[in-house]
């Protein structure tokens, strides 16, 4: 039996489930509604790399050695004890878990694809293919909005649109995958290079149309090393550019935040705009993160996702748009150092490693850490789940050995597997109506995810205070919560909404 000319047998099956996985995200995203806040969305991921690793496991059980770098390993490792170390002795520890489960098994899931792609390098198109068809695929379903909508122009394009709980999220895809177009020009088949052509132009277009400053930074940069490195193609860059931005045009919004032509209005001499402001308040954003950081937990950081919990929180936001800051307000120096020292050392190998579909791959990876500096990429689960598959595909292969930990790996599989099936009747359960006393009082016990919205309608204002008191000190919506409450004090009201 064959699948997308592929024979299913127990090599291909876990490549093809993962090739298929980047659209089964968006659809399975859409399809669930109480999955659509950003928190909820790592369910989503993290049941899918599971899949993959139930499935993978058979062959991985199968190799007499683990061929990856011991040293590169033993960091990670490191990194991912300190970042629980940091997170168990946090203020949020239990949200803060759900998070740590989240990046170690993404760290197994890397691995199990690092480990079958050595084995079987031949399904690496399939997946780039996989990505790549994800892109078209919500493109063709954002067209279709736009020609479904009675006035798309006035169409509330940001928090409303497909797939994503903000359109920014789609921006961290485009700008992460775009240069997969450049690994499709590389082909010498005419047919190929009209469809990297085509790829490109749309993908430019959808860069223009969203506006994301971040975004278009990294492609830009990942853009021009490719044509240093591939100076024959430069012609056909620039012509999917200019068609992109030509393409852009025709689906002009009312939106301010997008199209990246908006933003010539700042060059207005009437516009008093300074630097704070056109970096969308970044530079405070980060001036009082690393101030909070300094003051209450500089050695060992604050924990995973303590950031969307503090009190008052920092300008109401869940996460301060920039994986440095994210990584020293949560793990500290040292949670900053190692990951950072990692791609550095990483990026330099691969400088010098003659291996050219693996360099064109890695542009993403440059792509998206560019964009990281300035923006969520690697916080939302997506945009980490697509960063970490381009990232362990355009990993060289490696002699060096270790022995196998699978009994390990899998033992922390299945605690993952349990805390987020936890985590997901939690969140499933905070969308009804109404929930048992013995249910709320569970939840707030071990609040994995905690959020009493719902059951506060039809209740009585001593049951709805009571709701608000606990999501106080368990949610990262205090603010909304408070303002809510039947008798809210104006100091503690200003303090939850600073």
Not at 85 to 109: D, K, M, N, Q, Y
Not at 251 to 270: K, T
Not at 483 to 489: E, K, L, M, V
Request: proline share 4%; charged share 10%.
């Amino acid at each position: 039996m064959k699948l997308f000319g592929i024979s299913l047998n127990r090599h291909s099956i876990p490549f093809l489930f993962l090739a298929c996985s980047p659209i089964a995200f968006l659809l399975l995203r859409e399809s669930f509604t109480a999955f659509w806040p950003s928190v909820a969305t790592r369910a989503i991921t993290v049941f899918l790399e599971l899949g993959f690793i139930a499935l993978a496991t058979l062959s991985i059980a199968n190799l007499k050695q683990w061929n990856i770098s011991r040293r590169y390993s033993a960091l990670l490792i490191i990194w991912l004890l300190w970042a629980g170390l940091s997170t168990v002795l946090g203020e949020h520890p239990w949200a803060g878990i759900v998070r740590w489960f989240e990046l170690l098994i993404s760290f197994i899931f890397g691995l199990f694809i690092y480990l079958l792609i050595q084995q079987s390098p031949q399904y690496k198109n399939l997946i780039l293919y996989g990505i790549i068809s994800a892109l078209l695929f919500s493109l063709i379903c954002y067209i279709g909005l736009w020609f479904a909508l009675e006035d798309p122009y006035s169409y509330k394009w940001v928090p409303s649109s497909p797939f994503f709980n903000n359109i920014r999220h789609y921006g961290y895809f485009v700008g992460t995958v775009l240069p997969l177009g450049y690994w499709l020009l590389e082909s010498h088949a005419k047919d190929k290079r009209l469809f990297a052509i085509l790829y490109l132009s749309l993908s430019w277009g959808l860069a223009f149309w969203l506006g994301g400053r971040g975004a278009l930074l990294g492609i830009i940069v990942a853009t021009i090393i490719y044509m240093i490195i591939s100076t024959k193609n430069i012609k056909w860059v620039l012509l999917s550019i200019l068609i992109g931005a030509i393409l852009s045009q025709f689906f002009i919004v009312q939106s301010g935040s997008l199209n990246l032509f908006h933003l010539l209005a700042w060059f207005n001499p009437g516009n008093d705009i300074d630097l704070n402001q056109i970096s969308a308040n970044r530079l405070k954003i980060y001036q009082d993160s690393i101030s909070y950081w300094w003051s209450n937990a500089p050695i060992l950081g604050t924990g995973a996702d303590a950031f969307r919990y503090i009190m008052p929180s920092i300008t109401g936001i869940s996460q301060p748009h920039s994986i440095i800051i994210q990584l020293i307000f949560s793990y500290g120096l040292i949670g900053l150092t190692i990951p950072l020292g990692l791609i550095i050392l990483f990026s330099i190998r691969q400088s010098k490693l003659d291996n050219r579909k693996n360099s064109l791959i890695f542009l993403c990876i440059i792509s998206a850490a560019i964009h990281a500096l300035t923006d969520g990429v690697l916080y939302h689960a997506f945009g980490l789940f697509i960063v970490l598959i381009l990232l362990t595909l355009s990993i060289p292969s490696t002699k060096k050995e270790t022995q196998p930990l699978l009994k390990t790996t899998l033992l922390l599989s299945v605690l993952a597997l349990m805390t987020y099936i936890i985590f997901s009747a939690q969140v499933v359960n905070s969308k009804n109506d109404s929930a048992s006393d013995n249910w709320i009082e569970w939840n707030a016990k071990y609040p994995l995810y905690f959020s009493p919205e719902h059951w506060m309608s039809g209740n009585d204002a001593a049951t709805k205070d009571h709701l608000i008191e606990l999501a106080l000190t368990r949610s990262s919506a205090k603010c909304w919560f408070y303002s809510r409450h039947s008798d809210p004090i104006a100091s503690k009201l200003k303090t939850y909404c600073k």
